[in-house]
């Protein structure tokens, strides 16, 4: 199994380990219910070197990656974190993934660590679709993954930024970093040298918790390093279950779950990240192929739902739980589903069959648990 | 460390059982509310279920997992502990005093079936290796 630069200390801190996508990787340390407390009340850290991170370079590749993604990654400033969905031919979901802009002009793709193969493999695929559709175009695209030369440690919680200030301060950032640190908008990122590393230190406003937070792209030698500052400020560690939680509770929705090679974009509700007003890889074909859409469900009763539960509107089934918990923050069974496109607007009310029984769920908006 | 109690009998499904006469009592053990996690939800089947080795006599579950307790022994519940519903984390805060059901026993020869506390102990250490 694969481990990351900071799997010593998980150990060391008899977290409960698991095969997460071939990485040996922490699910809880104290308890998922701890930990999501945490996040929400106070800060809380996550080991999450085992994203990838894949640079796309080389003359032609934003406008290359602008007809790869269902959004622009050009024309935006440059220190603007794009959010956006990777898809195939037939408008199914390869990844849904950030593109950092770096300093030296490369696209820095940051995607689930469980796709990163088939990621690279597409992308390259579809240098030669792109070249082949548009032979006017030059380019020198080269795709690089680079994901075995970072680390990455997530900051997340109301206390976030005063954590961040103080690790800057002990890393040596200069007066200007640490006064863009302060000011840092979300999905912003500040990329910082360290001496001795090639690879730059980014700060991003970023997360994956609904509450404030920061991630930090590291050289794989300094991700230690930064964990133990960190730790010795009274940073508790927080693992992959708080960290599903927490999305869940946030109303985010997860690769595997509400996008997947056969749910399109359009299903798992994720129009808002899909910019049809140009031209991209897989973007007619998923609107001629959505015929689900996802709803949001929380329990009126004690029933936890979990993923692959059926759906029931008056007595006929509808669909099928993407992804079920039970939530921390509400004490209540949450959940995603996959319905049917013609699934009223105007439902309120849901059965989920839950073993044998069929348990009462309210439709509602997200997030679950609102800020 | 979890803890196995002497004196009780144990299911491979990580049910403690303990015979009195012809009623067995049982749970689950420390060590399987301890990799399942805080637990959020417990229900136990209610009283004249009939139930065969192996059928679902509860259910347990945590944030992240949904686990069921099988009857390791066949016979009718006579008595269903609805107390778990309320306050499921009584079982994580003491495994071995927190019981789901009592069935009065069909075949009380199953019973010498279930590993002992030493055969469930060394089950454990094999699990988790």
Redesign the interface.
Known sequence: MKKTPLNERHLALRA?MVDYAGWDMP??YE????E?KAVREKVAMFDVSHMGEVLVSGEGSGEFLNWLLSRDVTGKQKDQITYAILCYEDGGTVDDLLVYEMDDGTYMLVVNAANKDKDVLHINDSIETYRNKFPDRKDEIKVVDDSAHYGQIAVQGPESLQVMLDLAEKLGLNAEQKEQLQGLKRYRQIQVDKEGFERKMIISRTGYTGENGYEIYLPAELTVEVWDLLYDYGVPASGL?AR??LRLEAGLPLYGHEMAEDITPLEGDMGFFVDFSRDFQGGEAMKARSTRKRIALVSEG???P?DGYPVFLDDEEVGVISSG??S?TL?KGIAFALVGKDFPEDATEVEVKV?KKFENFKVIDTPFVKK | MTTVKENLRYAKTHEWVEVEGNVATIGITDYAQDQLGDLVYAEAEPVDTEVDLGDLIGSVESVKMASDLYAPVAGTIIESNESIEDEPEQINEDAFGTWFVKIELSDPSQVDDLMDAAAYEKFCEEESA
């Open positions: 409960r699910v809880q308890g998922i219910a701890e999501v279950g599903d939680s004690r029933a936890i979990r918990s039970f921390p004490g073993r």
